[in-house]
């Protein structure tokens, strides 16, 4: 009686353990579908930002030449414009360019070897750009902090630095998700069995 007690408590004890484990992996799942939802929707608005500064860059760009030529009155803080404008293109556009793997990869070695390591690789890349740009992240926040304690502006428009240094850090922190996102999602491709 003692036996088979035992054995029982045993059983509902390890039968509940591997509920409590399917329910965390399907929140991890689910947490999965969540957390890839929100990066690309990051990541797709800080692009279609950095698409709308793109335009304005080369519409003030264009009228700048235009008055500079035609009337000899060039635009003021065209300069400024451009030279904040571009950071920010690239600041806020670098995300969505690693969600749609659209870097340019050097990778004849890599495709040499078989689908699990690649995906194990890149799995380890992704965990490294992610440690770098949080790196990258803390320092510009840093930085955005000092910008804004030493009143530091632009030259022509005297527009604060520090703002535009803040949405380059939420840029790099939007890069940092989407290379922490890819990483896991190689990862989990390396432990299914039909990816290989």
Not at 40 to 56: D, E, R, T, W, Y
Not at 87 to 95: C, D, K, P, R
């Amino acid at each position: 009686m003692e036996v088979s007690l035992f054995f029982t408590s045993n059983f509902q004890y390890i039968h509940s353990v591997n509920l409590t484990i399917h329910m965390i992996e399907k929140i991890v799942w689910l947490g999965g579908d969540i957390m890839e939802k929100v990066v690309l929707l990051l990541s797709k608005g800080l692009h279609a930002i950095a698409q709308v500064i793109l335009l304005a860059m080369t519409v003030i760009i264009t009228f700048d030449i235009l008055g500079r030529w035609l009337f000899n009155l060039p635009i003021k803080g065209t300069f400024d414009f451009t030279q904040i404008g571009l950071s920010m293109v690239i600041f806020l556009g670098i995300a969505y360019t690693h969600a749609v793997n659209e870097h340019i990869t050097i990778d004849f070695i890599m495709d040499k070897f078989p689908k699990r390591v690649q995906m194990l690789f890149n799995s380890l890349v992704n965990f490294v750009i992610t440690g770098l740009l949080g790196l990258l992240t803390w320092n510009l926040w840093g930085n955005a902090q000092r910008l804004l304690q030493s009143n530091t502006v632009t030259g022509d428009l005297g527009l604060p630095v520090y703002i535009f240094a803040i949405i380059a850090t939420i840029g790099t922190a939007v890069f940092a998700l989407t290379a922490l996102l890819k990483a896991v999602l190689y990862l989990q491709k390396v432990g299914n069995k039909d990816e290989s």
